[in-house]
Protein backbone atom coordinates (compact mmCIF):
# COMPACT_ATOMS: atom_id res chain seq x y z
CA UNK A 1 0.00 0.00 0.00
CA UNK A 2 2.52 2.65 0.72
CA UNK A 3 4.70 1.75 -2.36
CA UNK A 4 1.76 2.87 -3.92
CA UNK A 5 1.05 5.99 -2.32
CA UNK A 6 4.62 6.71 -2.89
CA UNK A 7 4.49 6.15 -6.01
CA UNK A 8 0.90 7.92 -7.17
CA UNK A 9 2.74 10.99 -5.00
CA UNK A 10 5.62 10.81 -7.70
CA UNK A 11 3.65 10.38 -10.81
CA UNK A 12 1.18 13.37 -10.13
CA UNK A 13 2.73 15.77 -7.06
CA UNK A 14 -0.27 15.07 -4.24
CA UNK A 15 -1.26 11.52 -2.66
CA UNK A 16 -4.52 9.94 -3.32
CA UNK A 17 -7.71 10.67 -1.71
CA UNK A 18 -8.75 6.68 -1.98
CA UNK A 19 -7.31 3.24 -2.35
CA UNK A 20 -9.26 0.71 -2.80
CA UNK A 21 -7.93 -3.65 -3.53
CA UNK A 22 -9.77 -6.56 -4.86
CA UNK A 23 -8.71 -10.07 -5.26
CA UNK A 24 -8.23 -12.31 -8.16
CA UNK A 25 -10.36 -15.66 -7.84
CA UNK A 26 -9.13 -19.01 -8.29
CA UNK A 27 -12.23 -21.36 -9.86
CA UNK A 28 -11.97 -24.45 -7.70
CA UNK A 29 -14.63 -26.18 -9.71
CA UNK A 30 -17.12 -25.22 -12.63
CA UNK A 31 -14.35 -24.49 -15.89
CA UNK A 32 -16.87 -23.25 -18.98
CA UNK A 33 -19.82 -23.56 -16.94
CA UNK A 34 -20.58 -19.70 -16.56
CA UNK A 35 -21.14 -18.97 -20.03
CA UNK A 36 -24.52 -21.78 -19.69
CA UNK A 37 -25.54 -20.05 -16.99
CA UNK A 38 -24.77 -22.86 -14.33
CA UNK A 39 -22.80 -23.36 -11.12
CA UNK A 40 -19.19 -22.40 -10.00
CA UNK A 41 -17.40 -22.93 -7.07
CA UNK A 42 -14.40 -19.97 -6.50
CA UNK A 43 -12.44 -18.48 -3.59
CA UNK A 44 -10.41 -15.25 -3.56
CA UNK A 45 -6.94 -15.31 -3.66
CA UNK A 46 -4.44 -13.53 -1.38
CA UNK A 47 -3.28 -11.83 -4.47
CA UNK A 48 -5.03 -8.35 -5.21
CA UNK A 49 -4.58 -5.39 -7.06
CA UNK A 50 -5.11 -1.76 -5.50
CA UNK A 51 -6.25 1.26 -7.21
CA UNK A 52 -5.50 4.83 -5.83
CA UNK A 53 -7.20 7.85 -7.10
CA UNK A 54 -6.77 11.73 -6.69
CA UNK A 55 -9.06 14.67 -7.82
CA UNK A 56 -7.61 16.67 -10.72
CA UNK A 57 -9.23 20.43 -11.14
CA UNK A 58 -9.49 19.78 -14.86
CA UNK A 59 -11.30 17.23 -16.65
CA UNK A 60 -8.29 14.86 -17.59
CA UNK A 61 -8.27 11.38 -17.06
CA UNK A 62 -4.39 10.48 -16.20
CA UNK A 63 -3.56 6.77 -15.49
CA UNK A 64 -0.32 4.82 -14.11
CA UNK A 65 0.60 1.69 -14.17
CA UNK A 66 2.69 1.68 -11.24
CA UNK A 67 4.23 -1.98 -11.74
CA UNK A 68 5.30 -1.48 -15.18
CA UNK A 69 5.72 2.79 -15.04
CA UNK A 70 3.37 3.32 -18.03
CA UNK A 71 0.72 5.80 -18.74
CA UNK A 72 -1.93 6.33 -20.57
CA UNK A 73 -4.51 9.93 -20.81
CA UNK A 74 -7.82 11.16 -22.04
CA UNK A 75 -10.88 13.31 -20.99
CA UNK A 76 -13.85 12.91 -19.85
CA UNK A 77 -15.87 13.95 -22.50
CA UNK A 78 -13.35 11.60 -25.10
CA UNK A 79 -13.75 8.50 -22.66
CA UNK A 80 -13.73 5.48 -25.04
CA UNK A 81 -12.03 2.19 -26.10
CA UNK A 82 -8.83 2.70 -28.14
CA UNK A 83 -6.98 -0.77 -28.64
CA UNK A 84 -3.92 0.91 -28.30
CA UNK A 85 -4.44 2.20 -24.80
CA UNK A 86 -4.40 -1.74 -23.53
CA UNK A 87 -4.48 -2.47 -19.78
CA UNK A 88 -6.20 1.04 -19.60
CA UNK A 89 -9.00 0.18 -21.13
CA UNK A 90 -10.05 -1.70 -17.85
CA UNK A 91 -10.25 1.41 -15.78
CA UNK A 92 -11.88 3.47 -18.36
CA UNK A 93 -14.28 0.79 -18.70
CA UNK A 94 -15.68 1.49 -15.48
CA UNK A 95 -15.54 5.08 -15.62
CA UNK A 96 -17.27 5.15 -18.87
CA UNK A 97 -20.12 2.46 -17.28
CA UNK A 98 -20.83 5.24 -14.07
CA UNK A 99 -21.21 8.37 -16.06
CA UNK A 100 -23.58 5.96 -18.53
CA UNK A 101 -25.75 5.42 -15.32
CA UNK A 102 -25.83 9.34 -14.35
CA UNK A 103 -22.90 8.82 -11.97
CA UNK A 104 -21.15 12.45 -12.94
CA UNK A 105 -16.92 13.31 -11.95
CA UNK A 106 -14.54 15.60 -13.58
CA UNK A 107 -10.70 14.90 -13.93
CA UNK A 108 -9.01 12.17 -12.31
CA UNK A 109 -5.32 10.87 -11.14
CA UNK A 110 -5.37 7.33 -11.12
CA UNK A 111 -2.44 4.57 -10.31
CA UNK A 112 -2.70 1.54 -9.75
CA UNK A 113 -0.76 -2.27 -9.56
CA UNK A 114 -0.86 -5.63 -7.92
CA UNK A 115 0.20 -9.33 -7.53
CA UNK A 116 -2.05 -10.99 -9.06
CA UNK A 117 -0.66 -12.94 -12.21
CA UNK A 118 -2.14 -11.69 -15.09
CA UNK A 119 -3.75 -13.56 -18.43
CA UNK A 120 -3.71 -17.02 -16.59
CA UNK A 121 -7.33 -17.16 -16.00
CA UNK A 122 -7.25 -15.88 -11.92
CA UNK A 123 -8.86 -12.92 -12.42
CA UNK A 124 -6.82 -10.03 -12.77
CA UNK A 125 -8.75 -7.70 -15.10
CA UNK A 126 -12.06 -8.15 -12.81
CA UNK A 127 -9.51 -7.10 -9.81
CA UNK A 128 -8.21 -4.10 -11.46
CA UNK A 129 -12.38 -3.08 -12.61
CA UNK A 130 -13.53 -3.82 -9.09
CA UNK A 131 -10.92 -1.97 -7.35
CA UNK A 132 -11.54 0.96 -9.19
CA UNK A 133 -15.11 1.16 -8.80
CA UNK A 134 -14.95 0.77 -5.40
CA UNK A 135 -12.81 3.50 -5.07
CA UNK A 136 -14.76 6.18 -7.42
CA UNK A 137 -17.77 4.50 -5.10
CA UNK A 138 -15.81 5.90 -1.91
CA UNK A 139 -14.16 8.90 -3.19
CA UNK A 140 -17.74 10.50 -4.52
CA UNK A 141 -20.21 9.04 -2.10
CA UNK A 142 -22.06 7.43 -4.94
CA UNK A 143 -25.15 5.40 -3.70
CA UNK A 144 -24.81 2.50 -5.69
CA UNK A 145 -25.02 -0.98 -4.27
CA UNK A 146 -22.81 -3.90 -4.48
CA UNK A 147 -24.23 -6.05 -6.74
CA UNK A 148 -24.63 -2.91 -8.93
CA UNK A 149 -21.21 -2.30 -8.79
CA UNK A 150 -20.13 -5.67 -9.76
CA UNK A 151 -22.25 -5.20 -13.01
CA UNK A 152 -20.48 -2.15 -13.70
CA UNK A 153 -17.22 -3.83 -14.04
CA UNK A 154 -18.74 -6.67 -15.76
CA UNK A 155 -20.09 -4.15 -18.49
CA UNK A 156 -16.74 -2.79 -18.63
CA UNK A 157 -15.62 -5.82 -20.21
CA UNK A 158 -18.32 -7.41 -22.12
CA UNK A 159 -19.54 -4.44 -23.58
CA UNK A 160 -17.11 -1.32 -23.40
CA UNK A 161 -14.04 -3.62 -24.09
CA UNK A 162 -16.33 -6.35 -26.39
CA UNK A 163 -14.86 -9.14 -24.36
CA UNK A 164 -16.67 -12.58 -24.03
CA UNK A 165 -16.61 -12.38 -20.21
CA UNK A 166 -19.13 -13.56 -18.00
CA UNK A 167 -19.87 -12.18 -14.35
CA UNK A 168 -18.55 -14.45 -12.36
CA UNK A 169 -15.05 -13.28 -11.23
CA UNK A 170 -16.19 -10.03 -10.84
CA UNK A 171 -18.89 -11.00 -8.33
CA UNK A 172 -16.37 -13.81 -6.22
CA UNK A 173 -13.59 -10.94 -6.25
CA UNK A 174 -16.54 -8.47 -4.76
CA UNK A 175 -18.29 -11.02 -2.31
CA UNK A 176 -15.27 -13.57 -1.68
CA UNK A 177 -15.12 -14.31 2.57
CA UNK A 178 -11.54 -15.40 4.24
CA UNK A 179 -11.32 -19.12 4.69
CA UNK A 180 -14.44 -19.59 2.45
CA UNK A 181 -15.42 -20.57 -0.96
CA UNK A 182 -18.62 -19.02 -2.95
CA UNK A 183 -21.03 -20.89 -4.78
CA UNK A 184 -22.93 -19.30 -7.28
CA UNK A 185 -25.68 -20.15 -9.53
CA UNK A 186 -25.40 -18.03 -12.61
CA UNK A 187 -28.45 -18.14 -13.32
CA UNK A 188 -29.94 -16.42 -10.51
CA UNK A 189 -26.84 -15.07 -8.94
CA UNK A 190 -27.65 -16.77 -5.78
CA UNK A 191 -24.79 -17.79 -3.67
CA UNK A 192 -23.66 -19.12 -0.34
CA UNK A 193 -20.46 -18.68 1.54
CA UNK A 194 -19.19 -22.74 1.58
CA UNK A 195 -16.54 -22.92 4.76
CA UNK A 196 -13.20 -23.98 3.57
CA UNK A 197 -12.59 -26.96 5.86
CA UNK A 198 -9.30 -28.60 4.49
CA UNK A 199 -7.82 -29.04 7.47
CA UNK A 200 -3.25 -29.94 6.70
CA UNK A 201 -4.26 -29.38 3.01
CA UNK A 202 -3.44 -26.62 0.50
CA UNK A 203 -4.69 -25.28 -2.90
CA UNK A 204 -1.40 -25.04 -4.99
CA UNK A 205 -1.64 -23.59 -7.50
CA UNK A 206 0.90 -23.74 -10.60
CA UNK A 207 1.42 -21.38 -13.64
CA UNK A 208 2.66 -23.48 -16.59
CA UNK A 209 3.96 -19.81 -18.00
CA UNK A 210 2.35 -21.56 -21.39
CA UNK A 211 1.42 -18.65 -23.47
CA UNK A 212 -2.52 -18.63 -24.13
CA UNK A 213 -2.73 -15.81 -27.24
CA UNK A 214 -5.26 -17.87 -28.95
CA UNK A 215 -7.49 -19.55 -26.13
CA UNK A 216 -10.09 -16.91 -26.18
CA UNK A 217 -10.96 -17.46 -29.87
CA UNK A 218 -10.53 -21.59 -29.21
CA UNK A 219 -12.86 -21.42 -26.73
CA UNK A 220 -15.46 -18.54 -28.26
CA UNK A 221 -15.75 -21.55 -31.01
CA UNK A 222 -16.47 -24.25 -28.25
CA UNK A 223 -19.04 -22.03 -26.90
CA UNK A 224 -20.60 -21.72 -30.25
CA UNK A 225 -20.63 -25.19 -31.13
CA UNK A 226 -22.53 -25.82 -27.72
CA UNK A 227 -24.84 -23.41 -28.68
CA UNK A 228 -25.51 -25.01 -32.05
CA UNK A 229 -25.73 -28.59 -30.27
CA UNK A 230 -28.25 -27.48 -27.91
CA UNK A 231 -30.34 -25.88 -30.61
CA UNK A 232 -30.89 -29.09 -32.91
CA UNK A 233 -31.61 -31.02 -29.03
CA UNK A 234 -34.37 -28.32 -28.62
CA UNK A 235 -36.56 -29.26 -31.43
CA UNK A 236 -39.74 -26.94 -30.50
CA UNK A 237 -38.66 -26.24 -27.16
CA UNK A 238 -36.61 -23.18 -27.34
CA UNK A 239 -36.68 -22.73 -23.77
CA UNK A 240 -34.29 -25.65 -22.28
CA UNK A 241 -30.79 -24.57 -22.07
CA UNK A 242 -27.76 -26.56 -22.31
CA UNK A 243 -27.85 -27.31 -18.43
CA UNK A 244 -31.87 -28.84 -18.72
CA UNK A 245 -30.70 -31.48 -20.79
CA UNK A 246 -28.89 -34.88 -18.62
CA UNK A 247 -25.81 -36.73 -20.05
CA UNK A 248 -27.97 -39.32 -20.94
CA UNK A 249 -30.31 -37.19 -23.01
CA UNK A 250 -26.67 -36.00 -24.66
CA UNK A 251 -25.56 -38.88 -25.22
CA UNK A 252 -28.82 -40.69 -27.07
CA UNK A 253 -28.74 -37.03 -29.21
CA UNK A 254 -25.82 -38.73 -31.79
CA UNK A 255 -27.65 -38.93 -34.16
CA UNK A 256 -28.70 -34.78 -34.28
CA UNK A 257 -25.25 -33.81 -32.81
CA UNK A 258 -21.98 -33.83 -34.33
CA UNK A 259 -19.34 -35.97 -32.19
CA UNK A 260 -17.82 -32.34 -31.13
CA UNK A 261 -21.42 -30.81 -30.24
CA UNK A 262 -22.14 -33.97 -28.44
CA UNK A 263 -18.65 -34.03 -26.09
CA UNK A 264 -18.65 -30.33 -25.60
CA UNK A 265 -22.44 -30.29 -24.35
CA UNK A 266 -21.26 -33.49 -22.32
CA UNK A 267 -18.85 -31.17 -20.51
CA UNK A 268 -20.90 -28.52 -19.16
CA UNK A 269 -23.28 -30.59 -18.13
CA UNK A 270 -21.04 -32.91 -16.06
CA UNK A 271 -18.73 -29.81 -14.95
CA UNK A 272 -22.20 -28.50 -13.59
CA UNK A 273 -22.94 -31.47 -11.78
CA UNK A 274 -18.97 -31.55 -10.46
CA UNK A 275 -20.01 -28.26 -8.95
CA UNK A 276 -22.88 -29.73 -7.07
CA UNK A 277 -20.92 -32.83 -5.89
CA UNK A 278 -18.07 -31.11 -4.95
CA UNK A 279 -19.90 -28.80 -2.68
CA UNK A 280 -21.29 -31.66 -0.70
CA UNK A 281 -18.06 -33.37 -0.77
CA UNK A 282 -16.42 -30.31 0.67
CA UNK A 283 -19.39 -29.17 2.94
CA UNK A 284 -18.62 -33.02 4.23
CA UNK A 285 -14.77 -32.32 4.52
CA UNK A 286 -14.18 -35.26 2.30
CA UNK A 287 -11.26 -34.22 0.79
CA UNK A 288 -10.91 -37.50 -0.83
CA UNK A 289 -13.99 -37.25 -3.10
CA UNK A 290 -13.07 -33.83 -3.27
CA UNK A 291 -10.04 -34.98 -5.20
CA UNK A 292 -11.78 -37.32 -7.57
CA UNK A 293 -14.19 -34.90 -8.44
CA UNK A 294 -11.05 -32.52 -9.68
CA UNK A 295 -9.37 -35.31 -11.49
CA UNK A 296 -12.96 -35.79 -13.32
CA UNK A 297 -12.68 -32.50 -14.35
CA UNK A 298 -9.69 -32.82 -15.68
CA UNK A 299 -10.40 -35.71 -17.90
CA UNK A 300 -13.38 -33.62 -19.09
CA UNK A 301 -11.82 -30.79 -19.95
CA UNK A 302 -8.65 -32.89 -21.49
CA UNK A 303 -11.28 -35.12 -23.60
CA UNK A 304 -14.59 -33.50 -23.88
CA UNK A 305 -13.69 -29.72 -24.07
CA UNK A 306 -10.22 -30.65 -25.66
CA UNK A 307 -8.75 -27.14 -23.95
CA UNK A 308 -6.06 -29.26 -21.85
CA UNK A 309 -2.13 -29.30 -23.11
CA UNK A 310 0.60 -31.44 -23.36
CA UNK A 311 2.24 -29.27 -20.17
CA UNK A 312 -0.63 -29.14 -18.22
CA UNK A 313 -1.31 -32.86 -18.39
CA UNK A 314 2.20 -33.25 -17.30
CA UNK A 315 1.56 -31.02 -14.34
CA UNK A 316 -1.79 -32.74 -13.61
CA UNK A 317 0.14 -35.96 -13.93
CA UNK A 318 2.98 -35.50 -11.66
CA UNK A 319 0.83 -33.77 -8.92
CA UNK A 320 -1.00 -37.47 -9.06
CA UNK A 321 1.88 -39.35 -8.66
CA UNK A 322 2.41 -37.86 -5.26
CA UNK A 323 1.06 -39.53 -1.67
CA UNK A 324 -0.91 -36.60 -0.08
CA UNK A 325 -2.02 -35.25 -3.59
CA UNK A 326 -5.87 -35.39 -3.66
CA UNK A 327 -6.35 -33.77 -6.90
CA UNK A 328 -5.46 -31.46 -10.10
CA UNK A 329 -7.34 -29.78 -12.72
CA UNK A 330 -6.48 -26.95 -15.49
CA UNK A 331 -8.13 -23.65 -14.01
CA UNK A 332 -9.01 -20.90 -16.89
CA UNK A 333 -9.95 -20.85 -19.99
CA UNK A 334 -7.24 -23.56 -21.07
CA UNK A 335 -4.32 -24.29 -23.61
CA UNK A 336 -1.81 -23.38 -21.04
CA UNK A 337 -1.93 -21.01 -17.98
CA UNK A 338 -2.41 -23.32 -14.65
CA UNK A 339 -3.79 -25.88 -12.26
CA UNK A 340 -4.83 -26.21 -9.11
CA UNK A 341 -3.74 -29.04 -7.04
CA UNK A 342 -5.23 -30.12 -3.35
CA UNK A 343 -2.01 -31.37 -1.73
CA UNK A 344 -1.39 -32.12 2.08
CA UNK A 345 1.06 -29.43 2.92
CA UNK A 346 4.02 -32.00 4.00
CA UNK A 347 4.46 -32.69 0.46
CA UNK A 348 4.30 -29.36 -1.24
CA UNK A 349 8.10 -28.97 -0.86
CA UNK A 350 8.16 -32.50 -2.95
CA UNK A 351 5.90 -30.99 -5.22
CA UNK A 352 7.87 -28.10 -5.86
CA UNK A 353 11.16 -30.46 -6.79
CA UNK A 354 9.05 -32.49 -9.06
CA UNK A 355 8.81 -29.67 -11.18
CA UNK A 356 12.14 -29.05 -11.67
CA UNK A 357 11.98 -31.63 -14.81
CA UNK A 358 9.13 -29.53 -16.49
CA UNK A 359 11.45 -26.71 -17.36
CA UNK A 360 13.97 -29.53 -19.05
CA UNK A 361 11.10 -31.06 -20.64
CA UNK A 362 9.15 -27.66 -22.03
CA UNK A 363 11.21 -24.57 -21.88
CA UNK A 364 8.98 -23.11 -19.55
CA UNK A 365 9.75 -22.24 -15.74
CA UNK A 366 6.43 -23.05 -13.83
CA UNK A 367 5.88 -20.29 -10.52
CA UNK A 368 3.73 -21.94 -7.55
CA UNK A 369 1.66 -20.50 -5.43
CA UNK A 370 -0.13 -21.74 -1.83
CA UNK A 371 -3.96 -20.01 -2.43
CA UNK A 372 -5.38 -18.43 1.30
CA UNK A 373 -9.10 -18.39 0.30
CA UNK A 374 -9.35 -14.50 1.12
CA UNK A 375 -11.78 -11.49 1.43
CA UNK A 376 -13.02 -9.39 -1.30
CA UNK A 377 -12.95 -6.18 -2.36
CA UNK A 378 -12.52 -3.16 0.13
CA UNK A 379 -11.34 0.21 0.71
CA UNK A 380 -7.79 0.72 2.26
CA UNK A 381 -7.91 4.28 3.21
CA UNK A 382 -10.04 6.92 2.48
CA UNK A 383 -10.26 10.96 2.89
CA UNK A 384 -13.15 11.37 1.75
CA UNK A 385 -15.31 13.64 4.63
Known sequence: MKDLIARHVAEYGSEPEVMASAPGVLNLMGEHTDFAEGYVLQAALPHTVEVAISRRKDNSLRFYAADVHERKRTTVANLKYKREDRWANYLKGVLYELLQLGYQFRGLNISFGGTVPQGIGL???????????????????????????????YLSESAFIGLP???????????????????????????????????????????????????????????????????????????????????????????LLSEAERRLCLHVVGENRRVIESRSALLQQDLVSFGKIMNRSQESLRDNFEVSCPEIDWLVKRAGELEGCYGSRLVGPGFGGCTVTLLEEAVIEEYQRRLEDYERIFGFHPDIFVCEPSSGAKIIFSKRG
Open 123 to 153: GSSAAVGLATACAMRELFGYNIEDIKLVQVV
Open 165 to 255: EQITDQFVSCFAKQESAVFLNLHTLEYNHLPLRIGNARFVVTNSNVNQNYAKEEVSERYRQCEEGIEKLQGHDSGKMILDFSEQELKQGTD
